[in-house]
């Protein structure tokens, strides 16, 4: 007998630094699930039509950092949804209150090397176009940890893993934390 679909019972927020996973795997995750996946990077630029990276040099990182505010308040009003967020979303006091009261937090957590490894050859990172990236990002994700530990749930990312397998060990956590329900027949 084939297992019982499950579904959310509130908004599911994939939280983790740049690298993580959080896009991948959170779409993983929706599709098993069977309900809708939402980027709040993607919602930004759709909405301000430029990139990240052209929004942070035009703009600045704390119009970016509103701007991000907003579209995630807007994506957590819905239905129940798989919602992956920009690295630093969660670092702020007023999304991380409120991914609290709408949703449940879920931080990808992965160590250094595999950031790194993932990351080093991308350029739509704008936080790392320094002389030393690994260096921005070793120092990035040193002042992020701390705050990504306040997240509801962690699953750990790990080099073997498929985003399969990833999605799987969140939907095990999440059932595990009684954040699932059967699904309607």
Do not use: C
Not at 36 to 52: K, M
Not at 70 to 92: C, K, M, N, Q
């Amino acid at each position: 007998m084939p297992p019982r679909p499950m579904t959310l019972t509130r908004p599911l927020v994939l939280v983790g630094m740049m690298g993580a996973g959080k896009t991948a795997i959170g779409g993983a995750v929706a599709r098993k699930l069977g309900v809708p996946f939402l980027d709040s990077d993607e919602e930004l630029v759709r909405a301000a039509n430029r990139s990240i990276a052209e929004i942070f040099e035009r703009d600045g990182e704390a119009f970016f950092r509103a701007r991000e505010t907003e579209v995630i308040s807007r994506l957590l009003d819905g239905v129940p949804a798989v919602l992956s967020t920009g690295g630093g979303a969660f670092l702020s006091e007023a999304n991380r209150a409120m991914i609290d009261e709408k949703a449940v937090s879920v931080w990808l957590k992965a160590d250094l090397p595999l950031l790194w490894d993932r990351v080093r050859h991308k350029k739509t990172r704008p936080l790392l176009r320094t002389d030393d990236p690994l260096a921005t990002l070793t120092e990035i994700y040193n002042a992020r940890i701390p705050v990504y530990s306040l997240a509801k749930l962690s699953v750990e990312a790990r080099a073997e893993y498929s985003i399969d397998t990833m999605a799987d060990k969140v939907i095990k956590t999440l059932k595990d934390a009684q954040l699932l329900k059967d699904a309607e027949t």
